[in-house]
């Protein structure tokens, strides 16, 4: 089982939907991260969060870490928003505290068509 | 405008040959990554380094090497011990406080194909 996992796969919305991306972990951890990979391959860091939530533009991530969960939500999706949308983890070491290295998720596959 | 730099975007290796990709960034970050992509899988460490002139190897290292005798530099070196080395290569950097590491930046990949 991975560490971390993501949900769904793949997602097919209409432009102007309310997307909704899950994440759930099973380590404890320091902070969790989502990204963005769009079709050329490049990755783009959009929220790193260890509580609560936090909002840019039309993207909001939350997370419960009792929980051990996360979302990320795109309000009034747009063709744009297709992508690959990555959950990536960094886990708490009991002797380090936090960790240089991430657990990444499979991603989830958005495509918004118009 | 700073951010990271990889080149080539496409390469391709013979059967027994080492190859080099190239990573520069110039946002004065400690740490860097390389990350092996997959279709289908999360991204995986191959090789990091938090500080120049050292670097610790990652959960699939076997088959690769690399070097940091600049900050700026960390190129990866795909040898021919990789018997599978076909896959999108990404290189990354963070700014590392107290063991935290804090936003990542990617370079833009490179995909590597053998022939």
């Known amino acids: 089982k991975n560490e971390v996992e993501q949900s769904p796969q793949n997602l097919t919305a209409q432009e102007g939907e309310f997307i909704t991306i899950n994440c759930s972990y099973s380590?404890?951890?320091?902070?969790l991260h989502w990204l963005q990979q769009h079709p050329g391959g490049g990755i783009v860091s959009l929220f790193m969060?260890?509580?609560g939530k936090k909002k840019h533009g039309r993207l909001i991530a939350t997370i419960n870490i009792q929980e051990k969960h996360s979302s990320l939500h795109i309000t009034a999706s747009h063709p744009r928003d297709s992508a690959v949308y990555i959950c990536a983890v960094s886990p708490w070491d009991r002797r380090q505290g936090g960790s240089e290295k991430l657990v990444f998720g499979k991603g989830t596959k958005l495509t918004v068509n118009p | 405008d700073g951010g990271i730099t990889q080149s080539p975007k496409y390469l391709f290796r013979k059967e027994g040959q080492n190859v080099t990709l190239s990573c520069e960034q110039n946002l004065n970050h400690d740490a860097m990554y390389w990350y092996r992509q997959d279709p289908g899988q999360g991204l995986r460490l191959i090789y990091y380094?938090?500080?120049?002139?050292?670097?610790q190897k990652g959960d699939i290292a076997e088959g690769y090497s690399v070097s940091r005798e600049k900050k700026e530099s960390f190129p990866l070196t795909v040898t021919s011990a990789q018997k599978n080395p076909t896959a999108f290569y990404l290189c990354?950097?963070?700014?590392?406080?107290?063991?935290?590491?804090?936003?990542?930046?990617f370079g833009s990949g490179t995909q590597l194909s053998v022939l």
């Open positions: 380094s938090q500080i120049v002139n050292d670097f």
């Open positions: 969060l260890s509580s």
């Open positions: 380590v404890g951890i320091s902070a």
């Open positions: 990354a950097s963070s700014i590392v406080r107290e063991k935290y590491l804090e936003k990542l930046f």
